[in-house]
């Protein structure tokens, strides 16, 4: 365990390195360079890495307290909707405040009203489509949980979802439409403001250290209901943390960065081949291992950016390389480790 | 276990655990109607009825997954109902009819679980040595020590209902619970079980014993209760339950014991 925490830890750190290193320089022309960064370009730079990260770190731990909700190891805020909830509630907000204001508001965080921004709006979204996503995946007999139908709950929402996003989409003015199109891929911005980043930080470094407080109860809450009531674990009050939990982290990620598919799914998966199911040691892995992949893939999306002179969201990124990943490991797998 | 010989004397009144009046519904249909029993200490009671007559229903509620919604259920004279859940867990166990898990735990953290209920919120440090060294008696009693490090998801099915019962065993409380134990085990396996039971039975522990099995409850059980659609059918001691006439009520077929054993031989006849 110390191993794998000691070199995700410096996997993660190289991989920041090496993404505050390399970006487009546009002093003869656009080309890609290396080398440490200094003034306007460090500060743009370190905000997209702690966007990137804190996103990163936000779904990946999102992702396990999912599994861990539906005992499924095929959950996560992307699929369950959670993500396509928070991204709509904010269309809804920033489509409300333009109406009102008929200000121009290019990317979600210009809409900041009350001082909140857009989070709390993400954040009843988010809430709101896994209450759906609970009460549609409950039998409607026992009331127990069927996480196949949950699943499918999830599916059917997030599909809901981005549908009346691209509805909202086509009522926004034209120059308005080609950056919420950026952001339903989920893209992370080097103008993100100081203050979402703080809010997201002190929110992931709360739901993080409240996962690990519970992790033994985590561990039990994989187990069948009965066999959780009789170990002394309380389902009712352990599915409500991980419901608020889980919740306000898809919220901060969709907050600074729009719905981003595949790193909660992957991320819990990679972390359980290194150390196991138990979160006592899966809840201090899987955040970093978030956070190094999305930090890679934003890399990733820059250098893509660079070479087709046009900006690409990291969304598309996390998919394409997500994706085929996730099947690869899905085939290569026995059990769900 | 260590502290099994402090089971019995735990008990004022001599009643583990004591249902009273308890009714049962999921939504609007009910599944467990007037349900009045007592479990003594030292004594095995076992509970049988066909399938859907409300019998893990019955493990749910005395383990507290469900609460009634009528009558009340007391442990060592305290109500259930108020009783937090890491107190309810140091009294009552379960072994379930089959353990659900969908990662890929070890056996040895599966079965740390059972410990769950003395370690307060220590999460994320290591388990004290008393529990450590409970953990490793319960594995070498229940026969799976040389599984310790295997993860479950590899295990036979006989193999993961051991895994159950040593985590049974490591949780230590006076009242075992037990659903369908002997349901995947082998025969030598199924032997190895009753004569564990009847010594923790003989250390003052509670056992109740839900089954299919009814020569297993013929043979082993102090008592047997009989279910019939959510309903008391029948209760007493074995001779008294398993008779023709309660298993022709209960189950609709038609059972003969064989005379030299307490065996059943089942008859292909429906009763009428």
């Known amino acids: 365990m110390r191993y794998a925490a000691v070199l995700v830890s410096i996997a993660m750190l190289l991989a920041m390195l090496l993404s505050l290193c390399t970006g487009p320089s546009f002093d003869h022309g656009v080309v890609l360079t290396l080398g440490f960064p200094t003034g306007q370009i460090l500060h743009l730079r370190l905000v997209r890495l702690a966007a990137a990260a804190i996103v990163g770190a936000s779904l990946s731990l999102s992702g396990i307290l999912l599994q861990n909700l539906l005992r499924n ?32 508001h290019l990317l979600p965080w210009e809409s900041d009203v009350l001082g909140m921004g857009h989070t709390a709006p993400a954040f009843l979204g988010a809430a709101g489509a896994a209450a759906c996503c609970f009460w549609l995946g409950r039998r409607t007999r026992t009331g127990s949980m069927d996480p196949v139908r949950m699943i499918l709950a999830g599916v059917i929402i997030s599909t809901i979802t981005g549908a009346l996003m691209i509805l909202i989409n086509s009522f926004l003015p034209a120059y308005q439409q080609n950056h919420v199109y950026f952001y339903l891929f989920g893209y992370i911005s080097e103008i993100t403001p100081a203050w979402l980043l703080l809010v997201g930080a002190l929110g992931l470094a709360g739901a993080w250290g409240g996962g690990l407080f519970m992790a033994r109860t985590l561990n039990i809450a994989s187990l069948s209901d009965i066999e959780a009531a009789s170990l002394g674990v ?33 991320c819990p998966h990679i972390s359980r081949r290194l150390v196991g199911p138990d979160h006592r040691r899966l809840l201090v892995i899987a955040p970093l291992i978030g956070a190094t992949l999305l930090v890679l893939a934003d890399l990733l999306a820059r250098i893509s950016a660079t070479w087709l002179n046009h900006p690409v969201p990291v969304g598309v990124i996390t998919a394409l390389i997500g994706g085929p990943l996730f099947l690869y490991m899905m085939r290569n797998t026995t059990g769900w480790r | 276990m260590a502290d099994s010989k402090a089971h019995s004397d735990s008990s004022p009144g001599g009643i583990a655990i004591a249902l009273q009046d308890v009714q049962f519904a999921y939504a609007t249909a009910p599944v467990l109607c007037d349900i009045t029993l007592s479990f003594r200490p030292g004594e095995l009671t076992c509970v049988i009825g066909p399938n859907g007559s409300g019998k893990s229903t019955l493990a749910g509620l005395m383990v507290g997954l469900h609460t009634p919604t009528g009558g009340r259920i007391e442990v060592m004279h305290a109500p259930l109902a108020t009783m937090p859940h890491r107190q309810r867990a140091r009294w009552i166990s379960l072994v379930p009819q089959r353990s659900l898990c969908s990662f890929d735990f070890t056996v040895m953290e599966l079965v740390a679980m059972g410990r769950y209920h003395g370690t307060g919120a220590t999460d994320g440090r290591r388990l004290p040595a008393a529990d450590e060294a409970a953990i490793e008696e319960a594995m070498r009693l229940a026969g799976v020590s040389h599984l310790a490090n295997r993860l479950i998801t590899e295990l036979s099915m006989g193999e993961q ?48 014993l839900i089954t299919h099995d009814l020569n297993i409850a013929a043979q082993c ?48 006849k429906s009763a009428d």
């Open chain 1, 234 to 266: 309380s389902m009712q009050k352990t599915r409500l943390i991980n419901f608020l939990l889980s919740s306000a982290l898809t919220a901060i990620s969709v907050a600074i960065a729009g719905p981003i598919g595949f790193v909660g799914l992957i």
């Open chain 2, 161 to 208: 209902q051991r895994v159950g019962i040593a985590r049974m065993l490591a949780q230590d409380t006076p009242v075992v619970i037990l659903d369908e134990p002997t349901a995947s085990l082998d025969l030598q396996h199924q032997l190895e079980l009753m004569d564990l039971l009847e010594a923790i039975k003989k250390q003052g522990c509670c056992l109740v």
């Open chain 1, 73 to 104: 190891p095929l959950a996560d805020p992307y699929v369950l909707g959670l993500s396509g909830g928070a991204s709509l509630a904010i269309m809804v907000w920033i489509f409300l405040i333009g109406l009102e204001s008929q200000a121009v």
């Open chain 2, 221 to 268: 059980a102090d008592n047997v209760v009989a279910l019939h659609q959510g309903r008391i059918a029948a209760r007493g001691k074995p001779a008294e339950v398993l008779c023709d006439k309660v298993l022709g009520e209960v189950f609709g077929v038609r059972l003969q014991a064989r005379g030299d054993t307490m065996g059943f031989v089942l008859n292909r």
